[in-house]
């Protein structure tokens, strides 16, 4: 007789914020250089409550960092906790933030668009053509991060970004996550970041 399993069906780790991270990562030269990153993020619950945030470092931008949020505690906890691991760029405190609105058309079955609207400046995010999603699990201590991430990732084939209607002329390109067909541009949705329990 087979006993039933004693393994707890609850993640011990502590929740840090749960919503979405979808990035493009541009290159004029298939990923050798980089170009443009732009970090985007929902985020639906972390200790500094809710809201969209941009973070972008871009040959549009002349290479400097543009952080874009409605809703500014969100967009410097994201720095603090967890920009200063992915890319410290972005993680700077003294960069200003500016008001912008956020609206998201479309979906992964066909073209997902993400627009930011400040006061200057008019963003608008594509990606298009998707490889098959997958779910993107590291656990507190992957990559040498001391917190996780799990996430289900849409990569893209196809992505671009317009500031302003002036389009960035790099591409995304292709990635391997584990064993799986990536790109540098993804949906990252379903996206929960986790501490350590204890």
């Not at 007789?1 to 541009?26: C, K, Q, W, Y």
């Not at 979906?107 to 963003?123: N, P, Q, S």
């Not at 594509?126 to 507190?140: D, G, Q, S, Y």
């Not at 591409?171 to 993804?186: I, L, M, T, V």
Request: charged fraction near 20%.
């Amino acid at each position: 007789m087979t006993s039933p399993s004693t393994a707890s069906p609850v993640d011990p780790n502590h929740v840090l914020m749960t919503g979405e991270n979808s990035f493009i990562r541009l290159s004029p030269d298939g990923g050798k250089t980089q170009s443009d990153r732009f970090s985007h993020w929902r985020v639906l619950w972390c200790p500094a409550g809710a809201g969209h945030v941009l973070f972008a470092k871009s040959s549009l931008t002349k290479d400097a960092v543009r952080i874009y949020s409605d809703h500014e505690p969100v967009a410097r906890w994201l720095q603090k906790e967890i920009e200063s691991l992915l890319f410290p760029a972005f993680a700077d405190p003294a960069l200003p933030v500016a008001k912008a609105e956020f609206t998201r058309s479309g979906g992964a079955d066909y073209k997902a668009v993400e627009t930011i609207k400040a006061a200057d400046t008019l963003i608008e995010m594509v990606w298009r053509e998707f490889l098959p999603p997958f779910v993107l699990n590291m656990p507190p201590g992957s990559a040498n991060r001391p917190i996780g991430v799990f996430s289900t990732f849409f990569p893209a084939r196809w992505a671009q970004v317009a500031f302003n209607n002036h389009v960035a002329s790099g591409k995304p390109w292709p990635e391997k996550r584990g064993e799986r067909d990536s790109s540098s541009a993804c949906l990252a949705w379903s996206e929960t970041w986790v501490r350590p329990g204890g």
